[in-house]
């Protein structure tokens, strides 16, 4: 007998689903620019007191906790939590032979593009002596893997690489078990890159293992990767015992294009980023011409019609994907900034000029040859991209992520007796007397 859930998935597949098109100016226009901005902020209290309650278990209670939550929630106890360096090589030879050649191509491609990444060391010589900037790897970094509705060895490769050109000395990976095993392309990637620190672990239990540490898991200094809702909560309520590298919401594509673009890309490249079955994907195109709107809202129809996932598209709130008719460019690339979107094609016959004058976007794909997939797998760029609108002040996964600046000052004795009229008037304007004295004693 069908499930509800799967008689709900078959009746959203007997229908078609409507595109909207709306002039952003109009009222309707803003109604749906305000729903795609408020459901990004919206927070599950109930995921977040949930995953709190995993997060306090584990701290107190270590591998034992870890333990009863991986068979709760992901019904396996693995014999061990830590999964053999010889079983993750035996997993990985067991890969397809091309998504072997498709994960070394990837690595390579994105080790070239992060070398040219880091934060720089400097030093300046004043009258006073000299001040430097010092840069350090994290030591110790733990990365999420997903293991839920799919597998997804990208993320292996986009996690890690960084780290290891940034120079992390130590680097632990923990993923859902699968009944079955190790996914065979997963432990290829991990075993091309030489992690062998891997558990199986999922969920926010992972997250509090990863934070805090249990019998069998050393705690790390940042947590790195994707995941559920749970472990977007947990990655947020440890955030300050480590750091974390984002707290990844549901996927997110802004297309401008013009009439130069094929409508049927443009629907593709909508629906890529719209199938990722989280319920909350946002896939928005703007243009300026209604003419235009019409004939991306029929391929998309189309293409949602023929499409293997289209109960997953039917299932997605009706503002999730909606084609916005603006004025100008000037105010296409405004509502960009505005959003502030994960991922931004520009899809135009200005294509090169117009990345120029967006400020909020956390990647950008130029021209009608280069979609979102490729920076998913190929092109070297990194896919873990802030998401939710904080595009306004945060950046991909980099190089940066997993370093730390350390100030250095020598200072000459020159240097100390021209500090001594400035340190201590500011000290006392503060009310901090022992600044003050701390530099007058050295006169």
Not at 139 to 161: A, C, D, E, F
């Amino acid at each position: 007998m069908p499930t509800a859930t799967t008689r709900r998935r078959n009746a959203a597949s007997a229908r078609s689903r409507s595109i909207p098109i709306a002039d952003l100016n109009s009222r309707e226009g803003k109604s749906i620019l305000k729903k795609i901005l408020d459901a990004r902020e919206c927070r599950d209290d109930a995921v977040a007191k949930a995953a709190a309650a995993i997060i306090s278990d584990v701290r107190e209670n270590g591998d034992e906790a870890l333990a009863k939550y991986t068979k709760r929630f992901d019904g396996v106890r693995p014999a061990k939590l830590r999964i053999p360096p010889a079983e993750i090589a035996v997993r990985a030879r067991q890969a397809d032979p091309e998504l072997k050649n498709a994960i070394r191509e990837t690595a390579r491609r994105l080790r070239q593009y992060h070398s040219c990444q880091g934060m720089p060391m400097f030093k300046i010589n004043t009258p006073d002596g000299e001040v430097r900037q010092a840069v350090r790897a994290l030591n110790r970094v733990g990365v999420y893997i997903p293991g839920g509705r799919t597998v997804y060895p990208s993320s292996v490769l986009m996690n890690i690489v960084p780290a290891q050109s940034a120079g992390v000395k130590e680097i632990a990976a923990v993923t859902p078990p699968q009944k079955d095993g190790l996914d065979s392309g997963v432990a290829f990637a991990l075993n091309l890159l030489g992690i062998t620190e891997v558990y199986q672990a999922g969920g926010a239990q992972a997250v509090a293992a990863l934070a805090y540490g249990t019998e069998t898991i050393a705690p790390v200094d940042k947590i790195v990767g994707p995941g559920n809702a749970y472990v977007a909560a947990a990655k947020r309520l440890v955030y300050g015992k480590v750091d974390i590298d984002c707290v990844a919401g549901p996927s997110e594509v802004v297309i401008v294009a013009d009439k130069s673009a094929d409508p049927r890309l443009v629907a593709l490249d909508l629906l890529a980023q719209a199938e990722h079955g989280t319920g909350d994907e946002i896939a928005v195109c703007i243009v300026e011409s209604k003419v235009v709107a019409n004939k991306i809202a029929a391929a998309l129809t189309k293409e949602i019609n023929a499409s293997p996932s289209k109960a997953t598209f039917m299932e997605l709130p009706p503002h999730a994907i909606t084609i916005f008719v603006t004025t100008s460019r000037a105010e296409s690339l405004e509502l960009c900034d505005t959003i502030a979107p994960e991922h931004l094609q520009l899809m135009t016959e200005e294509a090169n000029d117009d990345a120029w004058h967006v400020s909020n976007a956390a990647a950008i794909f130029i021209g009608s040859d280069t979609p979102t997939a490729l920076g998913d797998y190929f092109i070297g760029t990194n896919h873990v991209l802030p998401t939710g609108g904080t595009a306004r002040f945060a950046s991909p996964l980099g190089v940066e992520s997993f370093q730390k600046r350390i100030s250095i000052a020598k200072v000459s004795l020159k240097g100390l007796k021209s500090a001594m009229d400035i340190v201590p008037t500011f000290a006392r304007a503060e009310a901090f007397h022992h600044h003050a004295v701390s530099v007058e004693a050295r006169g």
